[in-house]
C-alpha cells in the first residue's frame, strides 16, 4: 500500500519541476508547457487528498482546473502567435519595450 | 507489492519526463515529453480510483490541448533557442550565487520531503481510510458535480465560450484598411 | 498455469491476431469491391481469386528501401507510424466482441469475450482513439517537405474537429443505455420490443447513428473526407516521404481504426452480437456479420462518392454536424426525461 506522503512528493517534485521551467527557459512555448506541468500536480494533489479522505469533491477540482487551463492555454497560445507575428522571436526578452 | 511497484514505474517516468521537457532545446519533443508525463500520471490517477479522471485528462489534455500546442509549434516553425542563452539558462553552468540557488532548492525540496514523510497522518497507506467505491463512480461524479458545484460548471461553460471567442479575435491577422 | 488465465491470455492473442488479419483482408476486400464497382476484375492472379494478394503486397512493401530524407528528424520519423499502429490496435482493447463463454464447459465461470470490461470503456475507446492524431501530425511535420507538412496540419485539424460530433453522438448513447461499459450497452440492446423489433439503439437514434458513422469516416481519413492523403492533390499527404515497413504502418492503422469504428458502431447502435433468433454462443458471428457489413458501406462510400474539398470538409465538420448531434443530445434528454419522469 503507498503511503500518501509518496504521492505528495511526487506532486511537489513535479511542481517544483514546472516552477523551475518557467524560471529558467527562454521560450514562451516550454513556459506554457511548464505552467502546465505545475497545474497537473496540483491534480495530483487533489485527486491524492480525495482518495484518501473518501470524497468525491477531490476529483470534481481537477475536472475544473483541467477546464480552466484548456482555456488558458487556448488563449495564451493565441496570444504567442500574435506576439511572433510582431517580433518573429519567441523569447520573453525581446518584448522589454515597457522597461525604461 | 506491486501496486508499489507501479506506483514507482508511473511516478518516476512522471518525472523523468518532465524534467526532460524542461531539459529540451526542441519545443517539439518537449511537447512530446509532456505527452507522455501526462500519460504516466493518467496512470497514478487509475491508480488513486479515479478512471473518469484520469481518461479526462487523457482526452482534454493529452489530446486536445497537447496538438493545439503542436500546431502552434508547427505554424511558427518554433526556434530552438540559440546555443549562447542555452548554456546562460543552463543551471549546471550559472556563475556561483546561481549555483548556490540550486543548491538551496534542493535542499529545500530534500526537507520537505523529510517532513511529508515523517509527518503521522500522511503516512498512511491511501486507500486506508475510505473504500474506493464512492470515488470511482462516474455516477456519484456526475451526481455531485450537477447538484453542489452547478454555478461552477455553468461559470466554466462561459468561460469556454469567452476564451474560445478571445482566442479567434487574438490570433487573427490585422486587416488593413482598404 | 492456471487454465481461466490461459484462456484469456488466449482471448487476448486471437483478438490481436484477428486484427491483424482484418487489415489483410480489408486490403484484398478493398481492392476486390472496388474492382466489382468499377465492372472489372480486381486482383486475380495471386491466389485463388486473388486471395494470397494481401501477402504478395507485405512481401513487397518489406523488400523495399528503407529511406528517410536527410532532413527529416531521426527519432520522429520513426516514432510517427508507431504511434498510428499503437493507438489503432489498442483502442481495440475494451471493445467486446461475443458474449462470455465457458469453452464448452471447460470453465466453471465464463469469461467474456473480448480484451478486457472497463467499466468506463467507451471512454477509453475515445481517448486512444484522439491519440491517433498524434502518429499522422508527427509523419506530417518530421517528413520536413511541404506537401507532407500540409497533409498532416488538414488531417489533424480534421480529425480533433470531428471528435468533438462524435463525442457528443456518443454521450446521447450513454444516457439511453445508463453505462459507460460497452459491453452493459450492448446487454442493454438484447430483447425485443412488439415481439418482432430488436431493441437497437439504432432504432431509438437514427440522427445520432448517422452522425456517428459520418464522424467515424471523418475521424479514420476515408471515404469522401480523406482530403488530407488526397493522391490526386496531395501527392500523398503525410506519407509522402515514407517507403517499405514504415509506409505500411500507416494503410495498416487506418485499415485497423476503420475496422475498429465499425466494431464501436456494431456494438453501440446496431446490438453487438444480440440478433432476434440466433444463439448467445453464436453472438461472435453476428458481430462479425455486422462489423463486415459496415465495413462494405466504408469502402461502397470511398469508391462512390466524390471527395470534400477541405473548407466544405471543415465547414459541415463545424457549422453542420456539430449542432446537429448537439441538437440530437439534447432532444434525446428531452424525450427520454419525459418517459422517466
Known amino acids: 500500500m503507498v503511503p500518501l506522503s509518496y504521492y505528495l512528493i511526487v506532486s511537489a517534485i513535479l511542481f517544483s519541476l514546472g516552477a523551475a521551467g518557467v524560471f529558467l527557459r527562454r521560450n514562451l512555448i516550454t513556459i506554457l508547457l511548464s505552467i502546465e506541468i505545475m497545474l497537473n500536480a496540483v491534480n495530483l494533489t487533489f485527486v491524492a487528498f480525495g482518495r484518501f479522505a473518501g470524497d468525491v469533491d477531490g476529483q470534481i477540482i481537477p475536472f475544473f482546473v483541467m477546464t480552466v487551463a484548456a482555456a488558458e492555454a487556448a488563449v495564451g497560445l493565441a496570444l504567442i502567435i500574435a506576439l511572433f507575428r510582431h517580433r518573429e522571436s519567441l523569447n520573453p526578452d525581446t518584448f522589454t519595450n515597457l522597461k525604461w | 507489492m506491486p501496486e508499489t511497484l507501479v506506483f514507482y514505474l508511473f511516478s518516476g517516468l512522471a518525472i523523468v519526463a518532465s524534467a526532460l521537457v524542461i531539459g529540451q532545446r526542441n519545443p517539439m519533443y518537449s511537447v512530446l515529453l509532456l505527452v507522455l508525463s501526462f500519460a504516466a500520471i493518467a496512470g497514478l490517477f487509475l491508480q488513486l480510483d479515479a478512471p473518469f ?86 455516477r456519484e461524479l456526475g451526481r455531485v458535480l450537477f447538484t453542489d458545484y452547478m454555478f461552477a460548471f455553468e461559470a466554466t461553460s462561459i468561460l469556454i465560450l469567452v476564451a474560445m471567442v478571445g482566442a479567434v479575435i487574438l490570433a487573427r491577422r490585422e486587416r488593413e484598411p482598404s | 498455469m492456471d487454465l481461466r488465465l490461459l484462456l484469456q491470455l488466449a482471448v487476448i492473442g486471437f483478438t490481436f491476431f484477428m486484427l491483424i488479419n482484418a487489415s489483410a483482408l480489408l486490403v484484398l476486400a478493398e481492392r476486390k469491391v472496388m474492382g466489382f464497382m468499377q465492372q472489372r476484375y480486381g486482383p486475380y492472379l495471386v491466389g485463388p481469386h486473388g486471395a494470397l494478394q494481401p501477402l504478395a503486397d507485405i512481401l513487397k512493401l518489406l523488400f523495399k528501401e528503407e529511406l528517410r530524407p536527410k532532413g527529416a528528424d531521426k527519432w520522429l520519423f520513426t516514432l510517427a507510424p508507431i504511434l498510428s499502429v499503437t493507438a489503432a490496435f489498442a483502442a481495440f482493447a475494451t471493445v467486446p466482441w461475443g458474449a462470455e463463454t465457458t469453452f464448452f464447459g471447460l470453465l466453471d465461470e465464463p469469461i467474456k469475450l473480448g480484451v478486457a470490461d472497463v467499466n468506463v470503456g467507451l471512454l477509453v475507446i475515445f481517448a486512444i482513439t484522439s491519440m491517433g492524431v498524434y502518429g499522422i501530425v508527427l509523419a506530417g511535420w518530421s517528413s520536413n517537405s511541404k506537401y507532407s507538412l500540409f497533409g498532416g496540419l488538414r488531417a489533424s485539424a480534421q480529425m480533433i474537429s470531428y471528435e468533438l460530433s462524435y463525442a457528443t453522438s456518443l454521450a446521447a448513447v450513454v444516457m439511453l443505455a445508463g453505462s459507460l461499459s460497452v459491453r452493459e450497452i450492448v446487454d442493454s440492446q438484447a430483447g425485443l420490443w412488439f415481439g418482432f423489433i430488436p431493441r437497437w439503439l439504432i432504432f431509438l437514434q437514427p440522427v445520432g447513428f448517422l452522425v456517428y458513422a459520418i464522424a467515424g469516416v471523418a475521424e479514420t481519413n476515408r471515404a469522401p473526407f480523406d482530403f488530407p492523403e488526397a493522391e490526386q492533390e496531395l501527392v500523398a499527404g503525410y506519407n509522402t516521404e515514407y517507403s517499405s515497413v514504415r509506409f505500411a504502418l500507416f494503410p495498416q492503422a487506418e485499415y485497423i481504426n476503420m475496422a475498429t469504428m465499425s466494431a464501436v458502431a456494431s456494438d453501440l447502435y446496431l446490438g453487438g452480437w444480440h440478433f432476434p433468433g440466433v444463439p448467445v454462443w453464436l453472438g461472435w458471428a453476428v458481430f462479425l456479420a455486422k462489423v463486415g457489413a459496415f465495413l462494405f458501406f466504408y469502402i461502397w462510400m470511398r469508391w462512390t462518392l466524390p471527395r470534400y474539398r477541405y473548407d466544405q470538409l471543415m465547414g459541415f465538420g463545424w457549422k453542420f454536424l456539430l449542432p446537429l448531434s448537439v441538437v440530437n443530445l439534447i432532444a434525446t434528454a428531452g424525450v427520454w426525461l419525459y418517459f422517466n419522469a
Do not use: C, K
Open chain 2, 53 to 138: 479522471l484520469a481518461l479526462a485528462l487523457m482526452i482534454v489534455y493529452a489530446g486536445a490541448i497537447m496538438v493545439l500546442f503542436l500546431f502552434v509549434v508547427m505554424l511558427l516553425n518554433a526556434p530552438q533557442e540559440d546555443a549562447l542563452t542555452w548554456d546562460r539558462a543552463h543551471p549546471l553552468r550559472h556563475p556561483v550565487v546561481t549555483r548556490f540557488g540550486t543548491l538551496l532548492a534542493v535542499v529545500l525540496s530534500v526537507e520537505l520531503a523529510y517532513a511529508l514523510m515523517r509527518g503521522n497522518d500522511l503516512a498512511q497507506p491511501v486507500g486506508s481510510r475510505a473504500g474506493g467505491e464512492l470515488v470511482s463512480s462516474v
